[in-house]
């Protein structure tokens, strides 16, 4: 039988290269736009995605996969595998690893385990690749989960939102909610921590917000991998990347877009470090 194989859902935001040569399986989550429902990064790539949420007067909803979609990802893995590991995002906000556990609890076949990686878009797909690399060079299920176990507490991400608009339409915005205050210009800088989305600093310029994510990354100790994500901000994400490069190997900074689930609540112009 092959190696361990790793499963994940699509608010990791691994770039679509990477997937496909790490061989990792991406459950998708899905958008829906009134009566129109599409599947993330399937039949709605983000691009489209920040056009149509910019143009519509409703907020998007959108939804985890259901026990369907990671069942039928599960009987297709165990086809090649006896050893599967799946690592979610934070668990507390979606009912995605329960949706994915239940599942698991339907295959005989395979032995699977799962992950709460308390993390969410690139911070999440670090642990995944970090897995996918080791399954692929051969470590047994046990070797690759004491990896991500001891990785989590080290994958950090720190982003700016560009507006608090969207937050606030969908009510996401908890603990934050003191980030608005009276000063709606203001650009707040949000981070995970124990699988909650915390307020860092609010920042006054743009400008500045983006020296200052680079300044908290670079600050934060010895860094083994970095990733830029954005919401349909690739001119502020290349801003990042050319910030980064003077300390970093650009060649290695990974460029991602995160989807719609992340993107209804961030909005556009959102942009991050993992």
Not at 31 to 53: A, C, H, M, N, W
Not at 78 to 85: G, W, Y
Not at 87 to 93: F, G, K, V
Request: charged share 20%; with cysteine; aromatic share 4%.
């Amino acid at each position: 039988m092959s190696n361990v194989k790793i499963l994940t859902d699509s608010l990791a935001d691994i770039p679509s290269n990477i997937v496909k040569d790490l061989d990792i399986t991406v459950v998708p989550c899905t958008v829906r736009f009134g009566s129109e429902e599409y599947i993330d990064r399937v039949t709605l790539f983000p691009t489209e995605f920040y056009q149509k949420l910019v143009a519509s007067p409703v907020l998007p909803t959108t939804a985890f996969p259901s026990v369907q979609m990671f069942e039928e990802a599960y009987r297709k893995l165990a086809e090649t595998t006896e050893r599967i590991l799946a690592i979610h995002t934070i668990a507390s906000l979606t009912g995605i690893y329960n949706a994915s556990r239940m599942a698991a609890e339907t295959i005989q076949n395979a032995r699977i385990e799962l992950v709460d990686s308390e993390q969410v878009s690139m911070s999440l797909g670090w642990l995944v690749i970090l897995a996918a690399r080791a399954a692929k060079e051969g470590a047994t299920l046990a070797q690759v989960r004491a990896l991500v176990e001891n990785a989590k507490t080290r994958v950090h991400i720190i982003a700016m939102l560009d507006t608090l608009e969207y937050a606030q339409r969908g009510g996401r915005l908890g603990k934050g909610a003191a980030l608005v205050g009276s000063m709606l210009n203001v650009k707040p800088l949000v981070s995970a921590v124990h699988s909650e989305i915390v307020p860092v600093e609010n920042v006054r310029t743009q400008k500045r917000a983006l020296e200052r994510l680079v300044e908290i990354v670079l600050a934060s100790g010895p860094i083994q991998e970095l990733a830029v994500i954005h919401a349909d901000a690739l001119n502020h994400a290349q801003t990042l990347q050319k910030m980064l490069a003077k300390t970093f190997p650009m060649d290695q900074i990974v460029m991602s877009e995160t989807g719609p689930v992340l993107g209804t609540h961030t909005g556009p112009g959102a942009v991050g470090i993992a």
